[in-house]
């Protein structure tokens, strides 16, 4: 199982980024992807997961950034996208995308929920 994270960059307070999440070896209907970020000297924190398919398939966020991050799924291309808009400073961060690989009716909104990682994409948000 492998998942390529990329789309992070660098933008200015407000500007959008669009991050992707391939995923090989697994289907991602058929399973939880969750995306977290880690900004330097802090924990792992959930920022979004797509709940598989026989779950609804509905998307959960962190408070944090409600009503600016869309989280979506092509399942053609096996591939969750998470879509950034307005972004801040404080969205600065690695942003890493996991796939759960237990099936829990639960938010799955730990990082230990998660049995599978991508390498990490870096989104620096400054002026």
């Known amino acids: 199982v492998q998942l390529q994270a990329s789309g992070g960059g660098s933008v200015q307070p407000g500007g959008s980024l669009r991050l992707s999440c391939v995923v090989s070896?697994?289907?991602?209907?058929?399973?939880?992807i969750g995306w977290f970020r880690q900004a330097p000297g802090k924990e792992r924190e959930f920022v979004s997961n797509?709940?598989?398919?026989?779950?609804?398939?509905?998307?959960n966020y962190a408070d944090s950034v409600k009503g600016r991050f869309t989280i979506s799924r092509d399942n053609a291309k096996n591939t969750v996208y998470l879509q950034m808009n307005s972004l801040r400073f404080e969205d600065t961060a690695v942003y890493f995308c996991?796939?759960?690989?237990?099936?829990?009716?639960?938010?799955?909104?730990?990082?230990?929920?998660?049995?599978?990682w991508g390498q990490g994409t870096l989104v620096t948000v400054s002026s």
């Open positions: 070896g697994r289907t991602v209907s058929r399973h939880t």
């Open positions: 996991g796939l759960a690989e237990r099936h829990v009716a639960g938010p799955q909104t730990r990082a230990n929920d998660y049995d599978y």
């Open positions: 797509i709940r598989r398919s026989a779950y609804g398939g509905t998307g």
